[in-house]
Nanobody, 121 residues
Framework: QVQLVESGGGLVQAGGSLRLSCAASGRTFSSYAMGWFRQAPGKEREFVAAISWSGSRTSYADSVKGRFTISRDNAKNTVYLQMNSLKPEDTAVYYC??????????????WGQGTQVTVSS
């Protein structure tokens, strides 16, 4: 069992930066790949980034490639999402998830409650 709690969301102007954190409980955190997803009002939840259990492999949605960076610290049971050059279209609730190293929502077994990111123009 893994419990996930996101933090770090907020309101930022376009071009600004935020760093999201996702703290996990449970001794098996390091055995899971981790992903970040987001969901804007009226839209489906979409893949943002994923990282393998060791941190050696990462993947990104085309819309965030070059602007966002996913990382993890297994000693701290935490995964991060550094978001730079934010755009209004990045506005959404951001969720972290634990599961397989996949871009598919169905590949993840555990989910956090989400943190709101709002980017003003």
């Amino acid at each position: 069992q893994v419990q996930l709690v996101e933090s770090g969301g907020g309101l930022v102007q376009a071009g600004g930066s935020l760093r999201l954190s996702c703290a996990a409980s449970g001794r098996t955190f390091s055995s899971y790949a981790m992903g970040w997803f987001r969901q804007a009002p009226g839209k489906e939840r979409e893949f943002v980034a994923a990282i393998s259990w060791s941190g050696s492999r990462t993947s990104y949605a085309d819309s965030v490639k070059g602007r966002f960076t996913i990382s993890r610290d297994n000693a701290k049971n935490t995964v991060y999402l550094q978001m730079n050059s934010l755009k209004p279209e990045d506005t959404a609730v951001y969720y972290c998830a634990a599961g397989t190293n996949s871009a598919n929502v169905r590949g993840y077994e555990y989910w956090g409650q989400g943190t709101q990111v709002t980017v003003s123009s």
